[in-house]
């Protein structure tokens, strides 16, 4: 299994940066793809951004431009550095990671607890 520590989330004004990391532990080997996603309150969870083990992106339309993926293998971390942030920024963001668990023989997803992110003047 694989487990997902968030951090870097606060509170920012409008036109602000942050960067958020998610530190991976356990099987890191088998991760195949990691991503980030956001859930604001009374909404569904969204996809931020995707990076697969080929290092292939799919950002959602709502951050190109603005956020930026990355990951450091050997720190086995993922960064999401957030530039030019708008309150509709607003939300929870979680760190996620897919792959197949060789030992279980089956796919798994895992999630970390997330980190609040607030754009606010």
């Known amino acids: 299994q694989v487990q997902l520590v968030e951090s870097g989330g606060g509170l920012v004004q409008p036109g602000g940066s942050l960067r958020l990391s998610c530190v991976a532990s356990?099987?890191?080997?088998?991760?195949?793809?990691m991503g980030w996603y956001r859930q604001a309150p009374g909404k569904q969870r969204e996809l931020v951004v995707t990076?697969?083990?080929?290092?292939?992106?799919n950002y959602a339309d709502s951050v190109k431009g603005r956020f930026t993926i990355s990951r450091d293998s050997a720190k086995n971390t993922l960064y999401l550095q957030m530039n030019s942030l708008k309150p509709e920024d607003t939300a929870v963001y979680y760190c996620?990671?897919?792959?197949?668990?060789?030992?279980?023989?089956?796919?798994?997803?895992?999630w970390g607890q997330g980190t609040q992110v607030t754009v606010s003047s």
């Open positions: 356990g099987s890191t080997s088998s991760i195949n793809a």
């Open positions: 996620n990671a897919v792959g197949f668990s060789k030992a279980a023989y089956s796919p798994f997803t895992s």
């Open positions: 990076l697969t083990s080929g290092f292939t992106t």
